[in-house]
Structures are given as C-alpha cells and as structure tokens.
C-alpha cells in the first residue's frame, strides 16, 4: 500500500517528508523536474522563473512571489538583504502564510530551505501543491487526492487497455494521460492509433499536446516514468491536477451524465474484475505447479556441455517464461486492489476469491517458486564450477605432462655417456658446469613432478570419468623421475674424479695465460709504436720523441727477463704430461698465444729498435734546418713589410699635401717610383726564400707575422699606388692648362677637398660633396645638386675625385663669366619690357654667347602670351641656377 493512501490530508507532511527518510533517487528527479515545471507554470505570470528548486527559493523570495500567485492574496513586505538572518526571514514569512491556510508544518523549518536541503525543499512545495492544488478537487463527495483519482478513473473508463488505480504504475504505459486529453479534446489525439506496448510514444504525444494546446508544462519525463519501477506518485499526482484543472469546466458539465450510468457500469465492471480474477489466478497457480519439481531437479551432468545446456534452459525460463508470469501476477494484484476498492465505494460486500486463490496463497506459491528457482541457480553454479575445476585440473594436468615428458626426452642418454675420459680440464669443467646446471634444473622440476602427483590426487578425489588413464601416466612420470636422480649422481662422481686429474695441468695453463697476454700485448704495442710514421713541425717536437724512445729502451732487460719466466711455465707444463701421461686435448684453453708466437715477436722488436733510432735521427737533422729557413725568411719579412706599410703611408700623405707646383710634385714622386722600384731585389730575395720554406713543406712560422702572400700583396698595392698619384698630377696640370687655372686657384682646390675629405682617402662622398659646395657659396637645390653630381660622378659611385673636382670647379669658374656677359647683353635688348624673343637673343649676340645661352634655356619657358619670348627670370634662373632667385 503507498504511502499516501494511509493519509491524504495535506496537513499532515510529517508523514510523507519525516527526516530519518531517504527519497528514491528515481523519485527525487521526477519530483525536482515536476516540482519545478508546476512552480514555473505560475512564476511566468509574474515574468519569472526558478532554474534549481532547493537553490533558488533559499532566500525567500521567490517562494513569497509564488504563494502570491497562487493565492491572490499580498503577503508581507520581504527582507532584501543578501544576509542569513533576512533570507531565513522571508523564508518563515512565506512559512506563516502556510500555516494561516490551515496546514501544519512538521519538520519543515527556514533554516532547511535557506541551506538548501534538497528533501525539506521539496517537502514544503508538495505541502503547497496539496493545499492550492489538489485539496479543492472534489468528485462525487469525494475530495484532494481520492477525489483525483475518481475523477481520473471516470474520465478513462470508456477507454480500452486503461485502467486507473492509483498515480504511479497506472501511468507508465502513457495511455492514461492521452485518454484525459482525448476525452475532453479528442481533436487533439488520435487515440485509435496508440498502441499499450508503445509506451514512450504515448507519454512524448500526451506530454506535447498538453504542452502545446493545453498549457500544460511538461513536469515529467518519458524515459523516467518508463525506466522507473514505480513512478513518483507526487510528481504524478502533481501533475494530473494541472489535467484537473484544465479540464475542470467541463468535467462539472459532465458530471451529471456520469452519475447516471456509474451504477451499471460499476457493477458490470467488478463482475468482470472477478471471472478475470479468478481465471488468472487459476492459470497462474497451475503455471507455478508444473514448474516447482523442474527447478527441484538436482541431477548433475558428468559433462560441462549437457550443464551448460542445463544453465542454457534456465536462462530461456528467466528471459522469456517467467516475466509475462511476473507481469500476470502483477496485474492480479492490480485488479484484486481495484476490485475491493470499487466495491467499497460502491458500499458493495469485500470480493473473497475461491479457497486457494487468495493474494495471499497466490505470494506464497510465488515464494515457494522463487525459492525452488535459487535453490536450483546456485546448484547449476555449483555444479558448473565443479565441472569447470575438473575440465581445469585435467587440462592442467595433460599440459604439466606434456611438458615434463618434453623435458625428460633424451635425459636418460645423456647422463649414460662418457665424454668425459677423454675431455681436457676446460671441457670437464664445462661438462661439470652444465651437469650442476642439469642437477640445479633437475631440482626445479621437482615442484612440477610433485604438482601432477598431487593434480592427479585432486582428480581422483573429486571422482574425475578419466581417472585410469591419469594414474598410469603419473605413475610413469614417477618411475622415470626416480631413474633420473640415481644417474645424475653416478655421472657427478665420474665427473670429479676427473677434474682434479687435470686440474694442475689447468693451473698451469691459466698461469700461462694470465702472464702471456699483457706480455704479448706490451710487444704488439711496442711494435707499433717503434713502427709508427711520425710526423712533427718543429724541433721540440722530434727531441720529445727521442726522450721517450730511450725511455723505452731503458726497458728491454726487464721484458726479456719476463719472457724467459713465461716460456718456463710452458715447459713445465711439457715435462708434467710427459711424465705422467695426461690425456690433454688441443691448446691451452685460456689463451692463443703460443711460445713460437711469443719468441718471433720479441726478435720483431729487437730489430725494430735501431731501425727506429735511424729514423729519429734523420728527422731530427731535417727539423733543424728547417728551423734554419724559418730564421731567415723571418729577418727579412720582419724588416720589408714594414718597410712596404711606411711607403704606403708616405705616398698617402704626399698626395693630400703636394706641396710645390705640379711639375715639381710629378717630379719628385717619379724620383720617389724609382726608390721604390729599386728596393724589388729584396722582394725577389725573400721569394727565393719563401719557395724553400714550401719544398721543405713548412706551414707555421713563429717568428713573423708576415706571410708571402701579405708581402706580395703589399707590394703590388705600393706600385699601384705610386702610379695612380703620378697619373692623377698628370691629370691635374693637363686640366690646369686647358682651362686656364693658376696655381693659387689650385692650392685653393686641394686646400677645400682635403678639408672636406674628412676620411682621408683621396675622395669625397657625396654628402662631404654637397657641404663644400655650400661653403664655396652654392646654395643647392635638390635637382640641381642632382644635376652636378650626374657631371662629377658620371659612373654613380657615389663618390667624388680630386680630379672630377678640379673639372667641375674650372668649369662652373668659366660658366660664370660667360653668364655674366650675356646678362648684360639681355638688360640692353630688353629695356623696360622686361623680356626678349629668342630669335632677337640670337640675333644681337655673339655666336658662342648665343649657342651657351639658348642651350641653358632650353628648360625653360617665357611669360604667358608673347610666344617664343624670354623674361628676365626664367633667363636668370637657366644662367645662374636656382640659387640666384
């Protein structure tokens, strides 16, 4: 019986909310969801809405605006503060307002809501829900919740496959809702189409057409309703009443035409409910008759396959026999419930089934079923895993076999031999080696020997069908392991006795070895060394490696005396196996170094020896003198390379301050040419020099800092520069000549370059350039400075000559004099006009002042209106330039 049918007065939630209960986590989203849909349908009059039920009512506020639009009533002014103390204010003056309508609060307190909790929350919304929802139904002097659920069950009783017994599984197939909605709207649902075993098409159609036309808002979901075992009867309860009261007009219309045929149709109703009742009680007792003896049936299988199809069988009767059994049951109990209740509100007599036929007998055969059906799952367990640990042990008992007769394969014949009367010590002690490593292995099988003994046991004990066939196996794994261990010990002793006869002779050999190898490997060493090319550059280097080669001649009487010790062990050993007639095989085992081996390598070495003094002397002689030519090309590159750098900047200052006139400077620096080409004997010397420093392969010379190549290098820039100055004064006098410069106005060029000449190159660049032409009263343009850099620098190379310089200044000197000739001639033949025609320009001039002045003016242009005519300042700017306007 739910809870709510023992009290469905909503004064009363201590019931439904006490504090030591937990919610169904199923129930408690379908109430949260519900809940929270029903708050929202009437918070969104106000423009509103709560997105978590326990966080968004903790301050109050809300919870006040709800209580007003439900109750239409102004409750009192609420706190704003964001404190503790104002929310749990509002939170018990929406407490009061409660309690005023009549319903007491038990366990509900501010503090739970304003801290959130979740189940005191939800409490408090059902208590509202019961009281402005759900106390004001009445049907047929019914009221709150069994006045609901009257009202459900006339509203869906003309309707096939519902049946309306309470607000939780009565629901789950959808079918209810969609009858509410069609029998008050059957425009909007198609309910011939709806079928019993769609459930989740039937909840989504009924939840979106109430949704939709109803105004109702979805509070559940399908998955939900149809996952859960039983629904949430709150939040279905909650949820019909907003049907309820969507349809409330028209259920008081109806409702007289309902009481006229309730009487008949009530009595008919429960005349079925019972032929129903017992007939399905009848199948179902007999059902659980026939199937009891088989779940009581405890034969074993000795095979895991007819267990498995055993297991298989009672799956099939878990999966597909007893859920429609459980289903029937289920809706036994349903129509048995529904039955007494209508009658009793029919004032009719309780139903009382045949004898037997009970709920009560009908649970206990179900119980009786339930329990034949565990006892009978745990012995098919049972059994499978006993089946299961046979099949196991077997098969672990076949693979440990297996492997343990792979194993001893060939064992026996392999302790049998002899191989040891005719081994050395290094093969015995191999052979003993690999026998304590066969006896150590023969011990680790052991555990496996006594593992199929005891998996053989467990079989045998446990009843294995195969059990023969394992005990004769073990038994010959038991017998041949016994075999085993009586041979590994016979062929152990043999082995001993073996190893100590030749374990002298061993002794020996390892001191041989021990002794011969770093002896062999200081002559393969000293053999290389003494045989090594060396190669060095300088003295020093070839008296250090003199040193070290006495150092090791100093050694020779010790290595001798070590190599007759090691040849004497060698002979020991001879004497040793002569007379006591060892069987040794082969060489010595720890070495492959032999006593010839040992003797040819020493005479190596004792011939290598003078060879290698002949060769440190030689080359001790060739380092000497090439020590020799580096002294001598060292004098003489020290003393001419500075001598090249002193000319250099003697040539450098000589042609900056040329003093004198040209022609004595021209002389004087022939006269200088002439020193210097005197000087080539000594270059040509140090070549001579420098070719013997190459043909004796000499690459570094700590005593200069001069190289040929910089020598060379020097040299040729010293004769090129010499010649370039004398071709520049060449240049200059010729120049000076055409254009008619004196020497005065000479020394003023060279005085203006070289100051402008701020690096002391011998050139300017352009900007040096342009600032002397600024300082000797040019005021430049940009085209026009553009114009006589193009005459300067021809080339663009961004620089200017003292030559390019003397051209242009010459130059720019008679320009001016001509320009000033012909302005005069201009002011004449232009009057007072202040202009002249070209064509008279050319008439009145000379013929040389007229072709210098028309091909100036060419650029430009005369006054607007007289063609072809000229004014005085397009005339002074073609002659004098911009820097005259």
Not at 98 to 108: H, N, T, Y
Not at 846 to 870: I, S
């Amino acid at each position: 019986m739910d809870q709510y049918d023992e009290d469905n007065d909503y004064r009363h939630p201590e019931d439904d909310w006490d504090r030591d209960l937990l919610l169904d986590p199923a129930w408690e989203k379908q109430q949260r969801k519900t809940f929270t849909a029903w708050c929202n349908s009437h918070l969104r009059k106000t423009g509103t809405q709560i997105e978590n039920i326990e966080e968004d009512f903790r301050d109050g506020l809300k919870l006040m605006l709800l209580l007003e639009v439900i109750s239409g009533e102004r409750l009192a002014k609420p706190e704003r503060g964001k404190m503790r103390v104002h929310k749990i204010s509002n939170v018990n003056k929406a407490l009061d307002f409660i309690a005023s309508k009549g319903v007491k609060l038990v366990s509900i307190g501010a503090e739970e809501i304003v801290d959130g909790n979740a189940k005191m929350t939800l409490g408090m919304i059902w208590t509202i829900i019961l009281r402005f929802a759900i106390q004001d139904i009445s049907v047929e002097e019914t009221s709150a919740k069994e006045g609901l659920l009257l009202w459900c069950q006339r509203k869906t009783a003309p309707y096939k496959n519902v049946n309306i017994q309470n607000f939780h599984i009565s629901w789950k197939d959808g079918l209810g809702f969609c009858a509410l909605i069609h029998r008050h709207r059957p425009e909007l649902i198609d309910y011939g189409k709806l079928r019993k075993d769609d459930p989740m098409t039937n909840l989504n159609t009924a939840f979106d057409v109430a949704e939709k036309y109803l105004d109702i808002p979805k509070m559940l979901d399908a998955e939900d309703i149809i996952s859960t075992l039983r629904p949430d009867e709150k939040a279905v309860m909650t949820y019909v009443s907003c049907y309820y009261h969507a349809f409330s007009g028209k259920q008081k219309a109806e409702t007289a035409a309902n009481r006229i045929c309730k009487v008949l149709a009530v009595n008919q109703e429960n005349e079925q409910l019972m032929e129903d009742y017992e007939k399905l009680a009848s199948d179902l007792l007999e059902w659980i008759r026939r199937t009891i003896p088989w779940l009581e049936n405890r034969l074993p299988e000795n095979t895991m396959q007819a267990m498995q199809q055993k297991l298989e069988d009672f799956r099939d009767y878990r999966r597909l026999h007893k859920p429609p059994k459980v289903q029937e049951k289920c809706q036994l109990e349903i129509n048995f419930n529904t039955l007494q209740t209508k009658l009793r509100l029919s004032n009719r007599p309780a139903f009382m089934p045949s004898e037997g036929k009970m709920v009560s007998d009908i649970n206990n055969a179900w119980g009786n079923l339930e329990g034949a059906e565990k006892g009978y799952e745990e012995w098919l367990l049972n059994e499978i895993r006993r089946l299961e640990r046979l099949d196991h042990l077997a098969e672990k008992f076949r693979q440990k076999a297996a492997i343990h007769e792979a194993w001893t394969a060939g064992k026996e014949e392999m302790l049998q031999k002899q191989d040891y009367e005719t081994a050395s010590l290094s093969e015995i002690k191999a052979l003993l080696k690999k026998h304590e490593a066969f006896e150590s292995d023969l011990a680790a099988h052991q555990d496996r020997v006594e593992q199929i003994a005891a998996i053989a046991q467990e079989l045998n004990e446990l009843d294995y069908y195969d059990s023969p066939s394992v005990n004769a196996r073990c038994q010959n794994i038991c017998d041949q392991w016994d075999a085993l261990g009586g041979m590994t010990q016979k062929r152990s002793e043999a082995l001993q006795r073996t190893e100590k006869l030749l374990e002298t002779i061993d002794q020996l050999y390892l001191e041989f070895a021990k002794r011969a190898a770093p002896f062999n490997n200081w002559m393969e060493g000293a053999m290389e060394d003494l045989q090594d090319t060396f190669i060095v550059h300088t003295i020093e280097e070839i008296k250090g490696l003199s040193t070290a080669h006495e150092q090791f001649k100093a050694t020779l009487p010790e290595a001798d005396k070590e190599r007759l010790a090691i040849l004497g062990i060698q002979n020991e050993i001879a004497k040793i196996v002569q007379t006591y007639h060892v069987n040794i095989a082969g060489t010595n085992p720890y070495t492959a170094i032999n006593p010839q081996e040992i003797n040819a390598k020493w005479d190596k070495v004792k011939q290598l020896v003078p060879q290698r003094d002949q060769a440190l002397i030689e080359e001790h002689t060739r380092q000497q003198n090439n020590e020799r030519l580096r002294v001598q090309f060292a004098n003489q590159a020290n003393v001419i390379g500075p001598w090249i750098q002193t000319k250099m900047g003697e040539i450098g200052r000589i042609s900056i301050e040329m003093h004198g006139t040209l022609e004595d400077q021209l002389t004087n620096l022939r006269q200088y040419e002439k020193s210097i080409v005197n000087y080539k004997p000594k270059i040509d010397q140090l070549e001579g020099d420098h070719q013997l420093i190459q043909e004796a392969l000499i690459f570094d010379n700590k005593h200069t800092k001069y190289t040929m190549e910089h020598i060379r290098v020097g040299w040729e820039q010293l004769l090129t520069t010499i010649a370039r100055t004398i071709n520049e004064i060449e240049n200059q006098i010729l120049t000076r000549d055409a254009k008619g410069i004196s020497q005065e106005q000479l020394n003023e060029f060279r005085a203006s370059f070289n100051h402008f000449d701020r690096k002391r190159t011998g050139i300017m660049d352009a900007e040096d350039f342009k600032t002397c032409l600024i300082s000797v009263g040019y005021n430049l343009g940009e085209n026009e400075f553009a114009r006589i850099m193009s005459i300067v620098d021809p080339n663009r190379m961004g620089v200017v000559t003292f030559q390019a310089f003397i051209d242009f200044m010459s130059r720019e000197t008679a320009d001016t004099d001509t320009a000033d000739q012909v302005m005069a001639s201009f002011k004449i033949l232009a009057g007072d006009k202040n202009y002249i025609l070209a064509d008279e320009l050319r008439r009145e001039l000379p013929p040389d002042q007229a072709d210098y002045c028309m091909a100036r003016m060419a650029p430009y242009t005369g006054p607007d209106g007289v063609p072809g005519a000229l004014d005085y300042m397009s005339f002074s700017t073609a002659l004098y330039g911009e820097s005259d306007l």
